[in-house]
T-cell receptor
Framework: QKEVEQNSGPLSVPEGAIASLNCTYSDRGSQSFFWYRQYSGKSPELIMFIYSNGDKEDGRFTAQLNKASQYVSLLIRDSQPSDSATYLCAVMPKSNDYKLSFGAGTTVTVRA | EAQVTQNPRYLITVTGKKLTVTCSQNMNHEYMSWYRQDPGLGLRQIYYSMNVEVTDKGDVPEGYKVSRKEKRNFPLILESPSPNQTSLYFC?????????????FGNGTRLTVT
């Protein structure tokens, strides 16, 4: 079982719609959760992090964490063509502050 | 400008010819790490360093070496490259551990081993 799993997509949404991305993880004791965005041919960049159960909002992005069910999600509201990218879920396991496990990423395409 | 600089951006080499990919950061970050990215597998950690002279293995360390003699530099060494090391490599740094502060990534090095 992979440590972090994501639907590979591609996920295609019309402009203005909500894009919903899901991520599950295997280490029940995981403490920190991150979403990185990677444009084609570019390096990843952090867009959201969440540590506690519940929702965290930042502009058009909302991260949702449910530790009991071991999943974290990212919602992109009012999707724009500039949101077209691959979104990487990353999880820090309980045992190691220096290790970050990434999912394979979900590719999102926003149709104008 | 705060950045992580990797060199070279592209590298084509032959099996067995030793190579080094350099990584340098100008943000005084303590933590540095190397990842490889392959289609369908995502980013996998190769090695990381918590501070000068302190390194540890990630998930896929076989065939790689690293050193951290200075805080700003963290080179990745392939002593005897093989075709299965063909990949996109990223160096990253952060203030403290990757789970506690944002990772800043370099622009990547695309390596092809024939």
């Amino acid at each position: 079982q992979k440590e972090v799993e994501q639907n590979s997509g591609p996920l295609s949404v019309p402009e203005g719609a909500i894009a919903s991305l899901n991520c599950t993880y295997s280490d029940r004791g995981s403490q920190s959760f991150f979403w990185y965005r990677q444009y084609s041919g570019k390096s990843p960049e952090l867009i959201m992090f969440i540590y506690s159960n519940g929702d965290k909002e930042d502009g058009r992005f909302t991260a949702q964490l449910n530790k009991a069910s071991q999943y974290v999600s990212l919602l992109i509201r009012d999707s724009q063509p500039s949101d077209s990218a691959t979104y990487l879920c990353a999880v820090m396991p309980k045992s190691n502050d220096y290790k970050l496990s990434f999912g394979a990423g979900t590719t999102v395409t926003v149709r104008a | 400008e705060a950045q992580v600089t990797q060199n070279p951006r592209y590298l084509i080499t032959v099996t067995g010819k030793k190579l080094t990919v350099t990584c340098s950061q100008n943000m005084n970050h303590e933590y540095m790490s190397w990842y490889r990215q392959d289609p369908g597998l995502g980013l996998r950690q190769i090695y990381y360093s918590m501070n000068v002279e302190v390194t540890d293995k990630g998930d896929v360390p076989e065939g790689y070496k690293v050193s951290r003699k200075e805080k700003r530099n963290f080179p990745l060494i392939l002593e005897s490259p093989s075709p299965n090391q063909t990949s996109l490599y990223f160096c990253a740094s952060s203030w403290v551990g990757a789970g506690n502060s944002p990772l800043h990534f370099g622009n990547g090095t695309r390596l092809t081993v024939t």
